[in-house]
């Protein structure tokens, strides 16, 4: 997937970051297309709201992988703050099945996984800077 760059008044980027989060309890509950596309059709409105965009996503049976691209000015934090909370109440609302496998309100696990992603290694980079000036 080729980059595109972001531009502003004073910087140019391109911030790609893989998301991961888990259902509580490891519950299996993306067990059917219609319960996971709702929740990636909703990720996909959160995300319109931070100005975030989703490259890719997909459920396995207890948890989902987002690709996303950001601006530096993103609030990460607040993005996926608003990803688990307003998808565990919408999904709670429209599948309510799902309180019995999983109670006290909460869907995902506290904890989550995020990473950027990059078009080199961390050792290329590393390298393009030691040889900054060595010509």
């Known amino acids: 997937m080729p980059y595109k760059l972001d531009h502003n008044a004073h910087s140019v980027s391109t911030l790609m970051y893989h998301f991961i989060c888990v259902v509580k309890y490891r519950r299996k509950i993306f067990t059917t297309i219609e319960i996971s596309q709702f ?14 965009e989703i490259a890719e996503q997909e459920t396995d049976i207890d948890h989902i992988h987002i690709l996303f691209k950001a601006k530096p000015t993103a609030n990460l934090v607040k993005f996926i703050q608003h990803l688990k909370g307003s998808s565990s109440y919408e999904l709670f609302r429209k599948f309510p099945k799902l309180k019995r496998f999983l109670w006290g309100g909460h869907l995902w696990s506290p904890s989550y996984f995020l990473t950027t992603t990059g078009q080199v290694s961390l050792d290329v980079v590393k390298k393009y800077i030691e040889n900054q000036g060595k010509k």
């Open 39 to 52: 929740l990636k059709e909703l990720n996909l409105q959160i995300a319109l709201k931070y100005k975030i």
